[in-house]
Structures are given as C-alpha cells and as structure tokens.
C-alpha cells in the first residue's frame, strides 16, 4: 500500500487556489454553522430552562392569592397541589414528543404558559370576576404544566444530541431551570421593582416569549464524537457557578440594603451578560467545527486510502442498539419480557418494572418531601415569626441551592460513576437522607435554622432530578426517553398531595383554628387563617422527615438490583452508534469530494 504524495499535495494546492478566502461569504457561512449547530441547541435550552421555572416562585406570590382571594392554608396548599400535579405529570408533552419535533412541543407550552398564568394574574389585581376554587387551580396546572413542555422539548433533544453525557447535560440544563426563579426575581424587580402581582404577569409572558424565539433553533441532530465534548459542558458549568455566585451576592446585598428600582437594573443587565456568555463558548466550538468542514474539502486523505488495487472508501456499518426486539417491538410489545438493562425498554416494559417502582416510591417519598417544604416556605417563615425580608430570602436561597444541586449531582455523580463506577441510585440515597436533617430543622425551629434548612432542602430537591432521569435514561434507554422521563416525574405530585394538602395543610389549619378559639374568635367567611408558632408545622415536617427516611430504605433495594450494571460500561452502545455516524459523515466527505476535483484538474 503506498500513498499518491504528490497528486495529493496537488489536490491541496489546487483547492486552496480555487476556493480562496472570500471574507463576507465566510463570516454568513461561519454565522449559519453557529445558529445551526448543536451547541447553539444547548445554549438557547439553557435560555428556556433559565425563565422556565415559574413554579419554584409559588412562595412569592401565593400571599397575593391568599388574601385578594381570601383561602385558608389547606386551600391554598389545593392550588400548590395541582401547580406541582401540572408541573410534574408531562406524560402529554412526552407523547407528543415521540410524534411530533420538538418545535411543536415548545409552542404547545409557550400557550399554555401564558394563558395559565395570564389568567392567575387577571384574578388577581380583579380585573375579572372572583374565579371559583376549581378555576384557579385550573389555571394554575395549566400554567404549570407549561414547564413539562419547555423541559421536553429541549432538555430531552439535548439529552438524544449528547448520548454519552447524561449526567452533564441534565445537570446543567436542570441547574438553569433552578436558578430561573433567582433571575426572574431580578429581571421583574428591575422592570416591577416590588410589585408582586406584576411577578405574575411577567412569569406569564417572558418564558412564552423566549419559548417561541426558539422554535427553529431546538431540534434533533445525528450525535457525533467530539473529543472535547466533556471540556466545552465544563465550560458554561464555570459561567453558571458565575451567575449563580452573582445572585447569591445580590441576595445577600439586598437582604441588608434597600435597592432602588435603577440598581435593580444595573444588576439584572449584569444578570443578562452572564446569561448570554455561553454564547462566546458556543461561537468558538462552532469555529473549530467549521474550520474542519473547509478542511475536510480541501484534503480528502482521512477519508481516502489509495492502494495499487485502485481506491477503497470506508463503508460504514449498519447502526444497531445491541437488541433487535426492541428496534422492531412497539410500544405495548412484549410488556413482561423487557430487554436487559440499558438497553431500549418499551413504556410499558419499563412502567412494569421493578425498578421503575421504586424509583416511583423514591419520588413520592423524597421529592414529595422537599416540594411540601418550599411551597410552604413563605407560611413557615410567617408562622416562625421571621421578617418578611428574609421570607423572599428563603425562596432565592431555594433557587440558587437548588441549582448547586442539580449540577452537583449531573457533574459529580457522572465523575464518580466513570472513574470509580460509584452508581447513581446510591448517589440518590444520600441526597434523600440529607434532606431529612432540612426538614428536622423546621420541625423544631432551630434558632436561625430556616436559612440552613432552605440550603439543605434546596440542594436536595434539586439533586433528586437530574439523578432521577439520569437513572430512567440509564437503565430503559433513550427510545421512549421524551415518555419515561416524565412518567418519572409524574410520582411526586402523588406525594406532594398527601404529604402537602392532606397532612400539613390540615393539620396547620388544625392549628391556626385551636388558636383562634383559644383568643375566643370564630373565623369568619373569606377570611384568611393564620397561624403562629412552632406547632404550626411540627408533627408535619416529622412524618414529612420519617416518610423521607422511608424512601431512603427503599432506594437501597434498587442500588442492591444494579450494582453489576453500573460497574459495566453503561456508555458502550452510544460510542459504538457515535463511530458509525463518524464514518458515515466521513465516507459523504470523500463523495463530495470526489464530485469536486474533476473541475479543478
């Protein structure tokens, strides 16, 4: 075998000459390779994910509804309920994912968002009517299941774009949507300064609106290898710990110093540079990949090999998952009979499963748990007789814990699970049994215990996601991932329910009725229903900490049931489909140019 040199080298020159460097058409090339790529994807994900979490503000807003609409405490929790029921249960946007792309699925929740919450906000500076109970947490689960779409439409086509990064890539994407609720606090306080039923109106128009900007932008694209890959997720990891630093800075500054509504915009603009800066990491990975598509034209000799027998081009091979049933089994196919682990589950395959059982029962005990905290952040904070400063202190301590959670357990769990194959579930274990020690602080009001249990529960709630649908993606595949991604989340409402509006939304009401009595008052019609003092929450939070507890057992079981799984190599199948696009983009590269050089003889 010997190589042609000099028909090469002048190939090469040949090119070169004829191409040139035209700089108007290269700059309109570069531009159209950057909006296109797949790291433009990410960042406009991360765009949607920052602004998609509306939910996680119920705690600012919720006084506004109570008192214009005069509920009690076990009403209220109502309107929670189904706020988390709509947020969680996308079973309808993962069905729609699986037949429709995901633009579709993003303007189907750029609607609902603005119409749920337009109408939350129309009640509540009554500019219509008092609506019924049953209205308002209609609107509500409308508004709030908006979330389900934004999180389908883009985190589970990054998740299909990235194959081998799960963890890090839902880690990132989750850890913008829990830091959205800090920076929306500081975009509306600079555009509303301290209206917070303007808060509404804006969590109703601003995540519709950037939802839409995306529509062409998120899609699916064949998932190449690229040697950096992991380096370039490092990369917007450092500028997020930047924002969420910055927030936490602000948060603490103005704790402590009354902001004007101007120095509210010096510090949302700051806000929107760093949320924007992902965009020069973009810029630049996009250049390199444009770079080696001019180069691939102007030399062919990676692709081609040239022997005396003549020219042999690599052929790739057909692309295969490992198991064929599940490539030609449908959906309701085979239900008893599921595929090893790791390999494409169908949803009902992985719905009858042992596993996703309990990773169901984890998800009602440990994400149910910390949700009831942070919904009732706002009223515990009232009922333990801190200031209302701190009380909107507690909710962006929440947002930014929540986002060192998400990234913690994507980036930190995939670390450890490659270098030391320390599994998963095992990681989602821990993180439930640490959030036991948040709730025993508010159960027994430890002095200045509420700033520590909002880290604690913050990190954990947002710990549990990224960990829970890194497990669902590991262990049933990515085939049905849009659909089994949001069965998985579709658990916790069923604990936030019980746990939330059942159990401490009676037993506070329970409370605040005891007291009334006790000072000889009847409550009257529409009146709202307060409660002061320790005992408001703290049989609640007990049995909210041994539920936990519970689920942490549980989990046990299922890092008994996959500890050989994890020890393998969960990522194989990914790379080996990751080489075989390789070769094919490789082979289309030498059709090319095969088509180009006759011209430039």
Known sequence: ???????????????????????????KSLAVQVI??????????????????????????SSDIKTTLGYDQTTLNLLSFFKDLGTNVGVISGLINELAPPWVVLAI???????????????????????????????????????????????????????????????????????????????????????TRALILLIAWLPAAISFASLRTVRYMKP???????????????????????????????????????????????VLFL???????????????????????????????VTDEGEKVMKPIEATNGCKNSVSSKWWENVFSPPERGEDYTILQALFSLDMLILFICSICGIGGTLTAIDNLGQIGKSLRYPKKSISTFVSLVS????????????????????????????????????????????????????????????????QWPLLFAIISELFGHKYYATLYN?????????????????TGHLYDKEAKKQLAALGLERKEGQELNCIGIHCFKLSFIIITAATFFGVI????????????????IYKRYRDAATVTDQAEMARVEKDDKHVMPTQK
């Open 400 to 463: 930014i814990w929540n986002y060192l959670g998400r990234v913690f357990a994507g980036f930190v769990s995939e670390h450890y699970l490659q270098k030391y194959k320390f599994p998963r579930p095992l990681m989602l274990t821990l993180t439930m049994l640490l959030s036991c020690v948040g709730h025993l602080l508010i159960a027994f009001d430890v002095p200045n215990g509420l700033y520590a249990a909002s880290v604690i529960i913050g990190f954990c709630f947002g710990a």
């Open 554 to 569: 549980v989990s046990l079981i299922l890092v008994a049931r996959t500890r050989t799984f994890y020890k393998g190599d």
């Open 36 to 61: 296109t790529g797949r790291w433009f994807v990410v960042f406009a994900s991360f765009l949607i994910m920052a602004a998609a979490g509306a939910t996680y503000m119920f705690g600012l807003y």
């Open 487 to 503: 069965f998985g989340s579709a658990a916790s409402p069923l604990g936030l329910y019980v746990l939330n509006v059942v159990m």
């Open 275 to 305: 949320l924007l800066l992902p965009l020069s990491v973009v810029s630049i990975e996009e250049y390199k990949v444009w770079q080696s598509k001019r180069l691939a034209l102007v030399d062919p000799t990676p692709v081609k090999i």
């Open 1 to 27: 075998m010997h190589l042609c040199c000099t028909r090469r080298t002048c190939l090469i020159s040949t090119n070169m000459a004829i191409r040139g460097v035209d700089g108007w058409r290269d700059m």
């Open 224 to 270: 190449v290898r690229q040697h950096n890959e992991l380096n370039v997720f490092y990369r917007f990891l450092y500028i997020s710990l930047g924002l969420a630093g910055f927030l936490l800075f602000m948060i603490t500054i103005q704790k402590r110093v009354n902001f004007t509504q101007s120095e509210f915009g010096v510090s949302a603009a700051i």
């Open 109 to 195: 929740g750029a609607v609902l968002n603005f119409f749920g919450y337009f109408m939350i906000w129309l009640s509540v500076t009554q500019r219509i009517a008092k609506p019924k109970v049953w209205q308002m947490c209609l609107y509500i689960c409308i508004g709030a299941n908006s979330q389900t779409f934004a999180n389908t439409g883009s985190l589970v086509t990054c998740i299909k774009n990235f194959p081998e990064r799960n963890g890090v890539v839902l880690g990132i994407l989750k850890g913008y949507l829990g830091l959205s609720g800090a920076i929306i606090t500081q975009l509306y306080s600079a555009i509303y300064y301290d209206d």
